[in-house]
């Protein structure tokens, strides 16, 4: 499956999966969140076809997501994410984006603060620095996993999380680059 299906297959299932759900007792809600963006190393090959690592510093992350909660604490969102992260002893930056449909699950009790977790699947597109003349920019298949807690206030929710990310068969020039790491996000949520 090409990327450009895989897209298109995906913004599908989001807006069925959205817009098909009405009947249960639901409220709809977007987000926006940031946070730190901790890459793992990554490997690619030389002009020599040695193995060359490279190492990040923390870098950030942006994120919006549109979604809806039931009444039975599953949430089910669309997500679009940029994270960004320097490269250590390279001229470039790590960079990627990810179109990601999530299933959380959401523990409800009489406090303001609930726990969750959960992850999702999708598409992700990015750049993994490297020295010299290779280009490591591709795309694939985008995964998620972690969890948080929400703080409930008056008129939004306070999201503080953690998930684990990565890009699975990112495809370059030289091969196969896979990218994986960490975020640590606080964001806001607002039910309309």
């Excluded at 995906?10 to 817009?19: A, D, P, R, T």
């Excluded at 409220?27 to 690592?53: C, E, K, M, N």
């Excluded at 010299?132 to 995964?143: R, S, V």
Aim: hydrophobic share 35%; glycine share 14%; aromatic share 12%.
């Amino acid at each position: 499956m090409t990327p450009k299906r895989l897209l298109q297959t995906l913004s599908l299932v989001v807006s069925l999966s959205l817009s098909a759900l009405p009947s249960f007792a639901a409220d709809r809600y977007f987000a926006v969140s940031t946070g730190a963006w901790l890459p793992h190393q990554t490997s690619t090959l030389s002009t020599g076809l040695q193995p060359i690592t490279t190492s990040y510093s923390p870098g950030w992350s942006l994120g919006g997501v549109l979604g809806k909660s039931f009444d039975n604490g599953l949430r089910v969102e669309s997500e679009l994410t940029y994270r960004q992260a320097e490269a250590k002893h390279s001229s470039e930056d790590q960079k990627n984006l990810s179109l990601m449909v999530n299933v959380w699950w959401e523990g409800k009790n009489s406090s303001p603060i609930a726990p969750y977790f959960g992850g999702g699947f999708g598409f992700g597109r990015a750049h993994v620095a490297s020295p010299g003349l290779i280009d490591n920019t591709g795309g694939g298949i985008a995964y998620q996993a972690g969890g948080g807690f929400i703080l409930s206030q008056n008129a939004f929710d306070l999201d503080f999380g953690y998930r684990y990310f990565g890009i699975k068969d990112t495809t370059s020039n030289i091969g196969s680059v896979d990218l994986e790491g960490s975020s640590w996000i606080i964001g806001v949520r607002k039910k309309f």
